[in-house]
């Protein structure tokens, strides 16, 4: 059972807008920043987030991060059937001393 | 271009010992904290141990007191000594690299470590 709870798959048509969430506390979302990685299959996770809604070099805008309290959001637009994927978060865990994922969510486009 | 080249997964009994290496470049390695990520066959992503820039060291609690995370500065390389294996402690183990913030900007290819009799 993952410290940050993740729904376990999404699905929408291609073109359109999926968001997933990301729910933890005051001891890991709530207070510090969180990163959003894509891990297509049999690969090794990607970086698609940091700092809660920064994205690396080469990263196109269709992704986007936000964070709200102890919950946080990634926001994929312009879905393309590319965008299949497994999708986690992460973040620190100040109680824990630890970081800690999300249990991971799976894209489907339709 | 950064790289991670992990090497030293296999096959270990229960209670046995591995050790993984992590051979970086592309990057200033001691500048960088470091990470290992497991991931158990079909399941997510699982935080394992950290270290430090200044050698300050995490687990996560079900690694601790069984695994070891250190570095080698001189040869840009990350370990992580494994003992008391146990059978869910099977996983691919990914080497990672801190971009800040314990967001993870480079992972390598992953090794596999099976547990088994």
């Known amino acids: 059972q993952s410290v940050l709870t993740q729904p376990p798959s999404v699905s929408a048509a291609p073109g359109q807008k999926v968001t997933i969430s990301c729910s933890g506390s005051?001891?890991?979302?709530?207070?510090?920043?969180v990163s959003w990685y894509q891990q297509l299959p049999g690969t090794a996770p990607k970086l698609l987030i940091y700092?809660?809604?920064k994205r690396p070099s080469g990263i196109p805008d269709r992704f986007s991060g936000s964070k709200s309290g102890t919950s946080a959001t990634l926001g994929i637009t312009g879905l393309q059937t590319g965008d299949e994927a497994d999708y986690y978060c992460?973040?620190?865990?100040?109680?824990?001393?630890?970081?800690?994922f999300g249990g991971g969510t799976k894209l489907t486009v339709l | 271009e950064v790289q991670l080249l992990e090497s030293g997964g296999g096959l270990a009994q229960p209670g046995g010992s591995l050790r993984l290496s992590c051979a970086a470049s592309?990057?200033?390695?001691?500048?960088?904290?470091m990470y290992w990520v497991r991931q158990a066959p079909g399941k997510g992503l699982e935080w394992v141990s950290s270290i430090g820039s200044d050698g300050n060291t995490f687990y996560t609690d079900s690694v601790k007191g069984r695994f070891t995370i250190s570095r080698d500065n001189s040869k840009s390389t990350l370990f992580l000594q494994m003992s008391s294996l146990r059978p869910d402690d099977t996983a691919v183990y990914y080497c990672a690299k801190d971009a800040g913030y314990s967001a993870i900007d480079y992972w390598g290819q992953g090794t596999l470590v099976t547990v088994s009799s």
């Open positions: 992460g973040t620190w865990d100040s109680s824990l001393s630890a970081g800690v």
């Open positions: 700092d809660n809604d």
């Open positions: 005051s001891s890991n979302i709530g207070n510090n920043y």
């Open positions: 592309g990057f200033t390695f001691s500048n960088n904290a």
